[in-house]
């Protein structure tokens, strides 16, 4: 079976992303995005660390030779622990053809990716040329890498190799650049940012950038050799690396570790990854060969592995996690050297490596685990073609691979150098029919071949998504695109593969309704739907959807680009019926011309509308076209049929290759892009057939065209019966559906879709909902004749919404703007705010801050010759000879009314003109902003010169800029360069400026306030003028959700009357507002336009001077609430009886007494006096005897005198509370202890 995969467009995830979007990623980072983990404000689990790990070069071969070497096979190969998938390599505009790579040996040694192409794919899921680095394969975009998305996300990124750092698989993860060949840019931006950070772009190998990559990368680790990275780098690395174990070593800088003769390299990386101020790390070493026995390795540098490990333990210091990836490079050096013994070794090394990444993921120490971590292992590409034998296809087992047959390799004749393992019986050197093979390399290159990818963690099973295509031999695959898409997406939370379905038993009603309520989609995009189950859609076979000489539009020699497109305005074409043109054989061919075109013998355009019931059930689409030369046909704006003509589309004046237009010819309009190409094209209803036709250029005179050209055509329908299709579109139009014309009853719902990852198709859905009749029953109306006043007002209250939902009120007013011509809105000599050498390049914009500017009136400047020339300088600038720079706000009433604004300037030299930020005139300077010390051409400033400042943008994209109101006029003077002195300027520079505006009488509608019922309910009136205003009320039906009809009216607003009256009848005026009203005269009788005094307008004993009374009240108006309230009491017994006390009132309350007639005179206490036991309130304070403060004691406070003294019922050594307490009151004249109420006496 042959297998075709072309070059894949992706449009979601795998999307191209260009300058614009690094803006954004370096603004996210700063401050999804944001500089925050994906994990915040999301639930999903999501990969906080993702790891890529690269074997340059390696394919099942390999692997197989690897492991038959050390007679085992890794942990990471075993299908229990990691999915194994297979994986195309292509580079861009290839294609791997599972027939050709297993029927023709040669096939795959062809159109090969090289590594940066292939780095490209993997890190930004978007093919392009070979030798590119992360840029788009015409060199214009650079493409945004998985390492720059895991930057927005604020987490690490790293890259470690066995070959230079800034070789094509770790430069394309943290540069962008046109060429691999730019080693010292490529490793400039990956360590400093700045692709040009050490070098100009014009010096070897710092050529080919894109801009800055920032953040930079936190780790690179390998290779350091001086023909990749720059003596000015490393230069700079070592000056800035700071001390190990310095609390204020710069961490954003880079931690260098280079090779040093006699040094542990292991031992050095770790100590500075380990370091706590360390989490930037560089690592720069040799390159060394590890042979399969395990020779070759020196201590000075480290393996794959110990690179691993330093470069896990820098990056894990991010609690955001990291994007790292490990490359095993010189798998393909060796590859490509055709030594079987180093491809093993360096097999072995990634191995290892890749054990150790395993090992680091189950050590929940390190936080990590596979629930949070995907883990992918795979190569770029294949390289030497190792297969079992000259001409024998990789499927075929080979080896043993051992020590023994290790050394038999060598070149085998014939070959062009390539090497082979072979018993050479006949020492020969040729590889003869009786001899055993072991091995053999077919290239020196690259094989676009299928390569494994092992992979496993939180994410690996979107891969299940990905398959791009079936091999006869090794069975589905994937691109190398879906791996940049498989991480994104687990970075971003999207952990499952894509799913849709429809709920069923829903019913929907009303217009519009939103089809997304009845669906659950997860990872799913480009998800279509479409309603069928109207009227239903006859089947028909050649019908003539449009006939001969039927009437079209058509425009003659249409020089634009966008004619064919289905929304072109063509109300300004010409009408007319086939056949058109000029034919001067048209009655020999058999036909007349109808509507004669003699005006052009260069092309014709022509457009008309079609209807389709159902596009999904279209069977064919042909035109029966007659034609003279050239024809291209497009459907709803895409190309689908083109003869004797190129381009798209095609030029106007082009010369088609030469076709007579004798018979209507058949074209079937879905042979160039399939019938179900077509059907996606089609829309139910209204459909556009455009067509341009192209004449040949005469060869009896050159640049004529032929004298003849002719265009009619028959549009034919054929299409199988289906129920209706009432709509079709995508997610966003789904959610509010146009119901108009819909049937009561079941509707058939289907929906279409693709893996969000990989941009594979979904399994098509279908379902059923109800739609059911909704009559709406809202209203929206406006009171008449009503007026508002006051700060704020309520809308609403001159509203009618019945039934409604979604209310959104409008107000705005009318503005008079009066005609003018040639007003001076800026007079000559006003004043100016002004800076002088600016060097900035956002002066100009309106909300441009220019407080710091200086201010002065014109003329500005210094000019000797000022008095010749009639004027003089008002405000001396002599502190500058390159640039003057100037703002100033000016006021118009209604932009659409403009005709005309006017700079009368006095200006030398240069000149530059913004209005609101936008440049619309210059003279003399280029740029924009120009640079301020650039040179102007020579201008001198003689006398005022009339510049109109539409002509640079038109009338109307000055109208555009211009709002009502204020709008800023920035002004920019540049002077010229002495001819008389290198680098100097002329001594004379001078600004005046007269800004004239000129403008038609109109009425300007200005919006006042929008907002929803709610809102409406307080307005702020803040700056409102007094007179009618407009007010508009939309919404919808609340019920069906139908729009209903706007409501328009008008108010009045008027200034609101406050007024003040004695509503109380105490004859005091109220202190509040009693009430207010919009009307002359509105005040109520006996009311006051200001305040009066009295604070309780309500209660008629409150008024200012009423006697203040118990009651909580501030009963007199003084601010004071029950003050001074007084009563006289009787209180006290016994020896207080019939005292006279005062009790005074507080916040409405009798309290507070003053009983004591005999206030300290007489006591009652100390606990067991003989007045706390006598029933008498011996001090006149209103308590008797226990209960008078100084009779209370809460304890026992004597264990031996007989009294209750805490007056609980319980005496001396009977209370608990003396328990343990020991004195002299025993008879015996010794000491005692009462214990649980006993006295205990020593003898």
């Keep these: 079976m042959t297998n075709y995969i072309p070059n894949k467009n992706k449009t979601a995830l795998q999307r191209l992303r260009c300058a614009a979007v690094m803006i954004c990623l370096l603004f996210t980072v700063l401050s999804f995005i944001c500089g925050i983990s994906p994990a915040n404000g999301q639930s999903a689990p999501y990969a906080k660390y993702v790891i890529l790990m690269i074997a340059d070069g390696w394919g099942q071969s390999k692997i197989d030779a690897a492991n038959m070497y050390t007679g085992s096979i890794p942990i990471y190969q075993n299908d229990n622990l990691l999915r194994k998938y297979w994986m195309t390599t292509y580079s861009y505009g290839c294609d791997y053809n599972t027939a050709q790579a297993w029927g023709n040996f040669n096939y795959v040694i062809n159109c090969v990716t090289d590594s940066a192409a292939a780095a490209t794919a993997l890190y930004s899921g978007i093919k392009t040329q070979n030798y590119r680095i992360s840029v788009s394969y015409n060199g214009v975009d650079r493409l945004l890498t998985i390492g720059e998305i895991a930057k927005t996300y604020g987490a690490g990124v790293g890259a470690i190799t066995t070959v230079p750092v800034s070789d094509a698989s770790p430069g394309a993860m943290v540069a962008h650049n046109d060429s691999r060949s730019n080693y010292y840019a490529i490793a400039d931006e990956g360590l400093f940012g700045d692709p040009n950070t050490t070098g100009a772009p014009s010096a070897l190998y710092y050529g080919g950038g894109h ?67 360390v989490t930037k790390l560089t690592g720069l070493f040799d390159q060394v060969y590890r042979k399969a026995d395990g020779s070759g390795i020196v201590p000075e540098t480290p393996t794959l592995s110990q690179s691993t490990v330093a470069a896990l333990t820098v990056l894990s210091k991010n609690p955001n996690g990291f994007v790292l990836m490990i490359e095993g490079g010189a798998v393909d050096w060796a590859g490509h050297a055709n030594i079987m013994d180093y491809t093993v070794g360096e097999m072995i090394d990634f191995n290892e490596a890749v054990q150790t990444v395993i090992s680091w993921i189950s050590d929940t120490s390190n936080s990590s685990n596979w629930n949070n971590t995907l883990l992918i292992v795979t190569g770029d590409h294949e390289t030497g073609y190792l297969t079992a034998g000259p001409g024998r296809f990789p499927n075929q087992p080979f080896g043993p691979v051992n020590s023994q047959t290790l050394s038999l390799e060598k070149i085998y004749s014939g070959s062009g150098g390539r090497r082979a393992s072979w018993d050479d019986w006949h020492n020969s050197g040729t590889i003869d029919s009786d001899e055993t093979v072991y091995w053999a390399w077919n290239t020196g290159g690259h094989a676009n071949i299928l390569i494994p990818l092992y992979t496993r963690g939180i994410g690996s099973g979107l891969f299940e998504n990905c398959v791009a295509g079936n091999d006869q031999v090794r069975g589905n695959f994937i691109d190398n695109t879906d791996v940049a898409s498989v991480m994104e997406s687990a970075m971003a939370g999207v952990t499952s593969e894509g799913s849709m379905s429809i709920n069923p038993g829903q019913t929907l009603s009303g217009n519009p309704v939103n089809l997304t309520s009845l669906v659950n989609t997860i990872n799913a995009a480009n998800v279509m739907y479409t309603v069928s189950g109207g009227a239903g859609c006859p089947a028909q076979t050649n019908k003539s959807i449009i006939t001969k000489r039927d009437t079209w539009k058509y425009s003659i020699e249409n020089t634009g680009t966008v004619w064919m497109n289905k929304g ?110 077509l059907r996606n ?14 004449n040949i250029l005469n060869p009896s005179g050159p640049g004529t065209f032929s004298s003849d050209i002719v265009w009619d055509g028959e549009l034919l329908l054929s299409n199988a019966q289906s129920a209706g299709v009432l709509f079709s579109g995508n997610s966003a139009v789904a959610q509010a559906v146009n119901t108009a014309g819909w049937t009561v009853g079941v509707k058939n719902l289907t929906i279409t879709g693709d893996d969000a990852t990989c941009l594979n198709p979904l399994a098509d859905v279908n379902g059923t909902f109800d739609f059911v009749q909704c009559n709406d029953t809202g209203s929206l109306s406006i009171k008449p004749g009503q007026v508002l006043g006051g700060n704020p007002v309520n809308l609403t209250s001159i509203a009618n919404t019945k039934n409604a939902a979604n209310v959104v009120y409008t107000v705005s007013e009318d503005i008079s703007c009066s005609a003018q011509t040639n007003k001076s809105i800026i007079t000559k000599r006003d004043s100016w705010k002004y800076n002088i050498e600016n060097t900035g390049t956002v002066w100009m914009n309106t909300g441009y801050n220019d407080s710091g500017w200086s201010s002065g009136s014109g003329v500005f400047g ?19 000879f390159k640039s003057m720079f100037f703002r100033k706000s000016f006021t118009v009433c209604d932009p659409s009314a403009v005709t005309s604004l006017k700079l009368d300037a006095l200006f030398d030299d240069g000149m530059v003109v913004y209005i609101n930020g936008t440049q619309v005139f210059s003279e003399g300077v280029t740029g924009s902003p120009p640079p301020f010390n650039g040179s102007a051409a020579g201008h001198e400033a003689v006398a005022y010169e009339t510049k109109d400042l539409a002509g640079l943008i038109s009338l109307s994209g000055l109208r555009n800029l211009l709002v009502p109101g204020n709008n800023v006029i920035a002004v920019g003077v540049y002077n010229i360069l002495n001819p008389g002195g290198p680098g100097t300027f002329s001594s004379d520079m001078v600004w005046d ?168 005179v007489q006591i009652e ?10 029933n008498l309130d011996n001090d006149c304070d209103g308590s008797t005897d226990f209960a008078d403060g100084g009779c209370h004691v809460d304890h026992e406070t004597d264990c031996y005198n007989g009294i209750d003294d805490d007056m609980d019922g319980i005496t001396d050594c009977q209370d608990a509370d003396c328990a343990g307490v020991t004195n002299g009151a025993c008879n015996t004249g010794q000491p005692g202890t009462c214990s649980t109420g006993t006295l205990t006496c020593q003898a």
């Design 862 to 880: 210094t000019e000797p010759d000022a008095a010749a020339y009639g004027y003089s300088i008002t405000t001396q600038v002599s502190n500058t």
């Design 681 to 694: 094209l089609i829309v139910p209803g209204n459909n556009m057939i455009a067509v341009g036709v192209y």
């Design 993 to 1160: 400026g007269e800004l004239v505006l000129s403008n038609n009488g109109s009425i300007r509608s200005s919006s006042l306030f929008a907002g929803n019922r709610t809102e409406a309910q307080t307005v702020s009136t803040a700056g409102w003028t007094l007179g009618s205003k407009n007010i508009k009320i939309s919404g919808d039906d609340a019920a069906c959700l139908n729009p209903l009809p706007a409501a328009n009216g008008t108010f009045s607003f008027v200034q609101l009357i406050n007024y003040f009256c004695d509503s109380d009848g105490d004859t005091y005026i109220s202190a509040a507002i009693s009430g207010s009203c919009t009307a002359a005269g509105c005040i109520p009788s006996g009311c006051h336009m200001s305040a009066g005094t009295d604070c309780n307008d309500s209660n008629a004993v409150v008024y200012p001077g009423a006697t203040e009374i118990c009651n909580n009240l501030d009963d007199n108006c003084n601010g004071m609430i029950d003050e001074n309230v007084t009563r006289p009491t009787t209180c006290g017994m016994g020896v207080c009886s019939g005292s006279t006390g005062v009790e005074t009132c507080s916040a409405g309350i009798w309290g507070s007494n003053t009983c004591n007639p005999y206030a300290g």
């Design 568 to 677: 072109y305005d063509d109300s300004g074409w010409s009408v007319g019926s086939g056949v058109f043109g000029t034919e001067p054989d048209a009655a020999a061919y058999g036909y007349s011309i109808t509507t004669p075109v003699t005006n052009t013998f260069k092309s014709m355009f022509f457009r008309k509308s079609f209807t389709v019931c159902d596009p999904s059930a279209v069977t064919s689409l042909k035109l029966n076209a007659l034609f003279d030369d050239g024809m291209v046909v497009y459907i709803n704006g895409t190309q689908v049929f083109s003869e004797g003509v190129t381009g798209n589309p095609p030029p106007f004046n082009g010369s088609a290759v030469g076709h007579e237009g004798v018979n209507y010819e058949l074209k079937d309009l879905s042979g160039r892009i399939s019938l179900s190409a």
């Design 211 to 277: 801009g800055s990559t920032l953040p930079v990368a936190d780790v690179l680790i390998g290779d350091g050799r001086d023909s990749y990275l720059s003596a000015a780098a490393k230069m700079k690395l070592r000056a800035e690396k700071g001390t190990l174990g310095d609390p204020g070593r710069n961490t954003a800088k880079h931690y260098l570790v280079e090779r040093q003769a006699g040094q542990v390299a292991s031992v050095t990386l770790m100590q500075a990854a380990l370091d706590p101020y």
């Design 1165 to 1174: 206490g100390p606990p067991g006096d003989l007045t706390c036991m006598d």
